[in-house]
Nanobody, 121 residues
């Protein structure tokens, strides 16, 4: 198994910034892509940003230009820097890791418990 521990969520005013961190652990797995998803009340979970092992990134249109994603491969940690936050960014943010066992070739998705981000008007 891969354990994902998220931190950095909280309450912030519109226009403010937060940085989310997600640290992955699990020595029997090789982590490839990591990313962030979010789910607001009454809405489907949506992709926010992803990053591959070679630092290729993708962003949802709604966060382009405001959010950045980065990773420290040595620490198996992914970060989401959120700037110019808007009330519509309010959601539970979930970290995701795609990993394969060192002894196998299939990739599995692992999810963190989520961290609440609330942006006030």
């Amino acid at each position: 198994q891969v354990q994902l521990v998220e931190s950095g969520g909280g309450l912030v005013q519109a226009g403010g910034s937060l940085r989310l961190s997600c640290a992955a652990s699990g020595s029997i797995f090789s982590i490839n892509a990591m990313g962030w998803y979010r789910q607001a009340p009454g809405k489907q979970r949506e992709l926010v940003a992803t990053i591959t092992s070679n630092s290729s990134t993708n962003f949802a249109d709604s966060v382009k230009g405001r959010f950045t994603i980065s990773r420290d491969n040595a620490k198996n940690t992914v970060y989401l820097q959120m700037n110019n936050l808007k009330p519509e960014d309010t959601a539970v943010y979930y970290c995701k890791a795609v990993a394969a066992p060192y002894s196998g070739s299939l990739y599995y998705n692992f999810w963190g418990q989520g961290t609440q981000v609330t942006v006030s008007s």
